[in-house]
């Protein structure tokens, strides 16, 4: 069974802190994606990555970073936290494509707030 | 890039009745098709995927539909139970284009069913 974890379910920050959230696959999957949820805007793709020290902008890379130093890990990182970034963050993790499937296992969300 | 459209917003109905959730994505070369359901408070899970050599794909009271014509694919629950009520997410892509099996998600139907 595949198992998705994320470093913290709840995060309450400041203004201008650097924020790490941390993101960890158990199924040696090669994909690796981070989304933000808010209502109304479903889930919209901020960074993916496909490889160890491969990362890829996706819809809304704006104010975010990532890094992806081992296969099972990938962290997203705020560098200045803003107000406009409180939000529900998912991670997911996909099997490669030669397998045939695509579905995308999702961990269970840290929610962050930025006071 | 992929947009993906998806209606209503919120659906609410008696127990035993069908719901029917309907999606729109734009790009012609977008060839899977997936929708995930999110329970209150859980990570969003993968209940249901169609890729674009089928029209249709059923799974016990779960069915998807795609008009690649049209570019809109719709999902069709029937004989509604209360542990239907969730977010449904449809999605598009290509995965085996590009460097991950990226997806575009629609921005969600709270399904409510009733009693």
Known sequence: DVKVTQSSRYLVKRTGEKVFLECVQDMDHENMFWYRQDPGLGLRLIYFSYDVKMKEKGDIPEGYSVSREKKERFSLILESASTNQTSMYLCASSPPRTSGTYEQYFGPGTRLTVT | ?115
């Not at chain 2, 127990?15 to 060839?31: H, L, Q, R």
């Not at chain 2, 890729?51 to 694919?73: P, W, Y």
């Open chain 2, 1 to 115: 890039g992929e947009n993906v459209e998806q209606h209503p917003s919120t659906l609410s109905v008696q127990e035993g009745d069908s719901a029917v959730i309907k999606c729109t994505y734009s790009d012609s070369a977008s060839n899977y098709f997936p929708w995930y359901k999110q329970e209150l408070g859980k990570r969003p899970q993968l209940i249901i995927d169609i890729r674009s050599n089928v029209g249709e794909k059923k799974d016990q009271r779960i069915a998807v539909t795609l008009n690649k014509t049209a570019k809109h694919f719709s999902l069709h629950i029937t004989e509604t139970q209360p542990e239907d009520s969730a977010v449904y997410f449809c999605a598009a892509g290509n995965p085996q284009t590009g460097t991950a099996s990226k997806l575009t998600f629609g921005t969600g139907t709270r399904l409510q069913v009733t009693l």
